[in-house]
């Protein structure tokens, strides 16, 4: 019995692979935004 890791069985359509995508560009834009925003504010203490 083969095991499935997506909830469809096609392995994904398009439309989830577009969705999971721009979930992770919005997660490395967050994490990039909060690297700067942490920097900055380490530089305006000095």
Do not use: D, H, W
């Amino acid at each position: 019995m083969p095991r499935r890791t997506r909830s469809t069985p096609n392995g994904g359509a398009p439309v989830e692979i577009f969705y999971e995508t721009l979930l992770v560009l919005v997660c490395v834009g967050v994490l990039a935004f909060a690297y700067l925003t942490v920097k900055k504010l380490y530089q305006g203490q000095r």
